[in-house]
């Protein structure tokens, strides 16, 4: 099986995709294209997995990639990080030719960003805190300082958990509220939340020239994607990650 790239209509010219589990090497629970190093894979899978998802994106590029500490921070990447000395952050941008960014998730949000006019990219993992943190605005604010135009950015939101499988608690729910009564709109009875929809809102409040979200729920297609709270219901000892990239090409 090859490899599935996912592409948004608003970054159509750009080089990115947003992948799942599908055309890896990996094996067992974690079968597919698991990219994580973060899960108990055998190394070489993980890394031949790597090697085939910069291929079907930007061939012959680097990858760069931070360590993810869910929160609001971004990064300008020159090149490309050895594991050990990734910073740590949430979102990344550059300008240079050649470089991917990667972005790893398993329900947290994928967020591609670019502005094609001034060669400007970013990426950023929104997960619930990091977005209720701002890591959105913080990457647009990024790009701009780089040289993008806030009106030219246009964004997508990938897999991410759907609000249908986010159930969450009170205590969730208040985290929201207390930062916007106007975030009741994104709970639906159980208390489940809509992370998608929160992202988007919050990415179009930026006031970037377009957003588009691809409605895809990782938790319910088990085929396509890993999810941490799917592998978590199940009793599984362990979860994969899947990668969404941007970058610019040579």
């Known amino acids: 099986m ?50 085939r998802a910069i291929a079907a994106v930007l061939p012959g590029a680097e990858l760069a990639t931070v360590h993810q500490v869910h929160g609001a921070t971004a990064v300008k990447a020159e090149h490309s990080w050895p594991l050990d000395e990734r910073p740590r952050a949430d979102a990344i941008i550059s300008d240079r030719p050649g470089l991917l ?22 990426a950023a993992h929104a997960g619930w805190r990091g977005a209720l943190a701002g890591v959105t605005d913080s990457v647009i604010e990024a790009m701009v300082e780089l040289g993008a135009r806030r009106e030219r950015i246009a964004a997508a939101v990938g897999p991410c ?3 249908e499988s986010y159930e969450v608690d009170e205590a969730f729910q208040a985290r929201f509220l207390a930062q916007s009564p106007d975030n009741e709109r994104f709970f639906a009875a159980g208390p489940r939340f809509d992370l998608e929809g929160y992202v988007v809102d919050r990415l179009t409040a930026a006031g970037i020239g377009s957003v588009e979200a691809l409605g895809l729920d ?8 890993f999810s941490y709270r799917r592998s978590t219901h199940r009793g599984e000892p362990d979860y994969g990650r899947q990668v969404s990239m941007i970058g610019v090409a040579g």
């Open 161 to 163: 958990i759907g609000r």
């Open 218 to 225: 990782t938790y319910t297609d088990a085929d396509r994607f």
């Open 2 to 51: 090859s490899v599935e790239v996912i592409r948004a209509a608003n970054l159509a010219g750009v080089a990115h995709g947003f992948l799942g589990r599908r055309g890896g090497v990996s094996t067992g629970e974690l079968a597919g294209l698991n990219v994580g190093y973060g899960s108990d894979d055998d190394r070489a899978a993980i890394a031949e997995n790597r090697s």
């Open 101 to 122: 960014l990667g972005i790893l998730t398993a329900d947290c949000a994928p967020v591609l960003l670019a502005d094609p006019d001034s060669g400007v990219v970013g």
